[in-house]
């Protein structure tokens, strides 16, 4: 710790010593960042359109979900200047087995180096054209005392790599497990040191991966990139809308909507199953969309609709392991729950998009165009929304059998 206090009151000083410049923003000129595309599209996708020259980006995720195959898989498809892939876990031999299943391609150079200061050497060195760093909790600088993995050490080593990349116009990427209670420092530490911050999720029981912007200082938040783990690596789902309907079933309690991850529409679907309770409180569990939107649903349905759910227990399943943050997927819910209690179906050919408000009425969503023509080219032609209905009421009256 000490060393670095040092250097850093020296280099105060040596701040205060210089001149002060103010930077009118007229002066600037326009700025385009400088992007290379990943060869993923999907991976661009999520990264505002490609990588960002100089940045410094997290991808965090669970331990086995996938993320050193990923970044294997885009420095395989990276370029003409090899890419270096620094590895703290795994031997050299061990990337290539991982490499030789993803592609025959062998444009890779490994480092297999925890101390980040030789790390920067070997950057500053042989100018790769891009950085992987796998994982960043095994980095350390000898500066600190504190062991690898400590939140002083990640948090040091990430800034340390901030500079070089800055500096040299290189794009780092760092992996980061995600620890369920924290103990050893979570790439959360890390949230404002980095420019980016991807997070690959999935259910460790499907294929299916979702790769999601948590930040990203070049581009939307909103966008998510989906693959499925196959054995040659992560495959890029080029029609999402259709492989998350692809297992649906025609039963009571299965709703289809069209959600708009970014610019993008998807179709997926809701399920809802309605049991009785034989608890004091019955149980509202959701999983896939947020838990006080269900409770706020639940009770709309109740007082507007007469539904009697206060013995009943209520679960809510987003198929597919996708998570909807949209309150657009409110009508959806809402309908999978009445299709459920009542042992209905919906009607042939129906999706259904609407934020619900607390008087039952159906409120207008961002996008319904576009979502209507993604709805249109899987073959739902019968759209229940604002546009066609005011209320919970007539929305059940247009879509259930
Ligand atoms: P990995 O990328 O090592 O996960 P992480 O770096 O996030 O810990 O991949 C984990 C799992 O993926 C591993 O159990 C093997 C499997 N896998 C595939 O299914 N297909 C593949 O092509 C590869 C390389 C791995
Ligand atoms: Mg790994």
Do not use: W
């Not at 206090?5 to 701040?15: A, F």
């Not at 042989?126 to 960043?136: A, G, Q």
């Not at 289809?256 to 997926?268: E, F």
């Amino acid at each position: 710790m000490e060393t670095v206090e040092s250097e850093s009151r020296i280099k105060n000083k040596e701040s205060s010593l210089k001149k002060i410049e103010l930077i009118n923003l007229k002066d600037i000129q326009k700025m385009h960042y400088q992007r290379v595309k990943t060869g993923i599209s999907e991976f661009d996708r999520v990264l505002g359109g490609g990588i960002v020259a100089g940045s410094l980006i997290l991808v965090s995720g669970d331990p086995g979900i996938g993320k050193s195959t990923l970044l294997t898989e885009l420095v395989l498809n990276h370029g003409h200047v090899p890419p270096l892939y620094i590895s703290g876990e795994e031997s050299a031999q061990q990337i290539k087995i991982r490499a030789d299943r993803i592609s025959p391609k062998e444009n890779l150079v490994v480092l297999n180096e925890t101390d980040v200061d030789v790390i920067i050497r070997a950057i500053e060195q042989f100018k790769p054209s891009l950085v992987i760093v796998d994982s960043v909790q095994t980095v350390q600088t000898q500066d600190l005392n504190s062991v690898a993995g400590s939140i002083s050490q990640v948090k040091e080593s990430a800034n340390r790599l901030q500079k070089v990349a800055k500096s040299l116009h290189i794009p780092i990427f760092l992996i980061g497990h995600v620890t369920k209670e924290g103990t050893v420092a979570g790439p959360r530490t890390l949230e404002h040191v980095v420019d980016v911050v991807l997070s690959l999720e999935g259910d460790p029981s499907s294929n299916l991966r979702i790769l999601r912007a948590n930040k990203n200082r070049f581009g939307s938040t909103d966008e998510v990139g989906i693959f499925e783990m196959e054995d040659k690596g992560m495959v890029e789902v080029l029609n999402p809308s259709k492989m998350f309907l692809d297992q649906k079933i025609d039963a009571p309690g299965s709703v289809v909507t069209v959600v708009l991850t970014g610019l993008r529409p998807l179709l997926v679907e809701i399920q809802a199953l309605v049991t009785k309770t034989n608890l004091p409180m019955p149980r509202r569990t959701a999983s896939g969309i947020d838990n006080n939107r269900l409770q706020l649903i639940v009770a709309v349905l109740q007082k507007r609709v007469g539904l009697h759910l206060f013995d009943q227990d209520v679960f809510v399943n987003v198929a597919g392991g996708l998570k909807v943050v949209e309150p657009a997927a409110d009508l959806a819910v809402a309908m999978a729950i009445i299709s459920s209690i009542k042992d209905k179906p919906i009607k042939a050919k129906t999706a259904f998009v609407g934020e619900v408000g607390l008087l039952g009425e159906l409120r207008e969503v961002k996008g319904l165009d576009k979502r209507i023509v993604e709805a249109k080219k899987l073959g739902f032609t019968n759209i229940v929304s604002f546009k066609n209905a005011k209320n919970l009421s007539e929305a059940v009256r247009l879509g259930l059998r």
